[in-house]
C-alpha cells in the first residue's frame, strides 16, 4: 500500500485544516488508517485512526476539535483539524495496516502499522 498524504500548511490560532491521505495498490482488503505526528524532538505520536467500518478514536488533546473520516470507495481519510493550538505544529502523517478483524477498534501504536505516508507539515501560528 502506497499514501499519500497532503493539505498541511500555516494557520493561524484557532484556524482549521483539512489533511487529506489517498491510498493505492493492495487497497482490496481491510485496512485500519490512522494519524500521527511529530514534532521536532520528539516521538511521534498517535493522533487519531478510523477502522474499516469507520470506528475511530482520538487521543485525548483531538477530541472536540480533530475528525478523521474514510471514503473506502476512493481509499481515503481524512483529517478535519479545527481550533488549531500552537502546541499542533508538527509534520502529520497517515499511516495504514491491514486489519484481519475490520470490527476491530484501530491501534494507536506507530508500530501497528506497516504503512506511511509521506508526511505533510501543519504550522499553527500564535
Known amino acids: 500500500v502506497q499514501l499519500q498524504a497532503s493539505g498541511g500548511g500555516l494557520v493561524q490560532a484557532g484556524g482549521s485544516l483539512r489533511l487529506s491521505c489517498v491510498a493505492s495498490?493492495?487497497?482490496?482488503?481491510?485496512?485500519?488508517m490512522g494519524w500521527f505526528r511529530q514534532a521536532p524532538g520528539k516521538e511521534r505520536g498517535f493522533v487519531a485512526a478510523?477502522?474499516?467500518?469507520?470506528?475511530?478514536n482520538y487521543v485525548d488533546s483531538a477530541k472536540g476539535r480533530f475528525t478523521i473520516s474514510r471514503d473506502n470507495a476512493k481509499n481515503t481519510v481524512l483529517l478535519q483539524m479545527s481550533n488549531l493550538k500552537p502546541e499542533d505544529s508538527a509534520v502529520y502523517y497517515c499511516a495504514a495496516r491491514h486489519s484481519s478483524n475490520p470490527l476491530s477498534v484501530a491501534t494507536t501504536r506507530p508500530g501497528g502499522y506497516g504503512y506511511w505516508g509521506q508526511g505533510t507539515q501543519v504550522t499553527v501560528s500564535s
Open positions: 478510523i477502522n474499516w467500518i469507520g470506528s475511530t
Open positions: 495498490g493492495r487497497t482490496g482488503s481491510p485496512y485500519d
